[in-house]
T-cell receptor, first 114, second 115 residues
Framework: AQSVTQLGSHVSVSEGALVLLRCNYS??????LFWYVQYPNQGLQLLLK??????LVKGINGFEAEFKKSETSFHLTKPSAHMSDAAEYFC????????????FGTGTRLQVFP | DVKVTQSSRYLVKRTGEKVFLECVQD?????MFWYRQDPGLGLRLIYF???????EKGDIPEGYSVSREKKERFSLILESASTNQTSMYLC??????????????FGDGTRLSIL
């Protein structure tokens, strides 16, 4: 079955440090890939998506992610963390059988320390 | 911007009650989804609708049903609420298109407690 693995349920960084959130997926066909962010007591907000074309994708709030087919990865990065980045982040991949459906990872909670 | 509105942010119900969660989207999207979110489990799809009156079971449909009588509205029904249905419920919508890949837009969620 298709799956999305987010390595590390909790990640802590200092303000100004690099943010790296890892996502690996399984898919037998070229996937559509997404990163979402969830702030406390809110729904999910789209950060960025990869469909086709350039493998380095830029999103909102200074985040970017790189699609690496050979590694089946789609890691999320931000050069310099800000306190406001503290949230839960979800990686998602489109279903092989129905690309309208998404399969989500279990999430990574990012803490940012001053 | 797409707006997905869930009727209640917080809801408390009793075991055995029939519970209705409502979701409305304002962007004429074909697809609508209901998920439940539990700590450590991420988002799990309950039901999916790709058109009016059309629905498809997700990964965890047991104990739930759905209704989509109008394109903009998608309702989740807990036929007889049980304590293990205490959770955060998220509604989402997306454009339906042949080539897929359209992002889903989420409401703010309903935190449901079953006592």
């Amino acid at each position: 079955a298709q799956s999305v693995t987010q390595l590390g349920s909790h990640v802590s960084v200092s303000e100004g440090a690099l943010v790296l959130l890892r996502c690996n997926y399984s898919s037998s066909v070229p996937p559509y890939l997404f990163w979402y962010v969830q702030y406390p007591n809110q729904g999910l907000q789209l950060l960025l998506k990869y469909t086709t074309g350039a493998t380095l994708v830029k999103g909102i709030n200074g985040f970017e992610a790189e699609f690496k087919k050979s590694e089946t990865s789609f890691h999320l990065t931000k050069p310099s963390a800000h306190m406001s980045d503290a949230a839960e982040y979800f990686c998602a991949v489109s279903s092989t059988y129905n690309t309208d459906k998404l399969i989500f990872g279990t999430g990574t909670r990012l803490q940012v320390f001053p | 911007d797409v707006k997905v509105t869930q009727s209640s942010r917080y809801l408390v119900k009793r075991t055995g009650e029939k519970v209705f969660l409502e979701c409305v989207q304002d962007m004429d999207h074909e697809n609508m989804f209901w998920y439940r979110q539990d700590p450590g489990l991420g988002l799990r799809l309950i039901y999916f609708s790709y058109d009016v009156k059309m629905k498809e079971k997700g990964d965890i449909p047991e104990g739930y049903s759905v209704s989509r009588e109008k394109k903009e509205r998608f309702s989740l029904i807990l036929e007889s609420a049980s304590t293990n249905q205490t959770s955060m419920y998220l509604c989402a919508s997306s454009l339906g298109a042949r080539d897929g890949g359209w992002p889903q837009h989420f409401g703010d969620g309903t935190r449901l407690s079953i006592l």
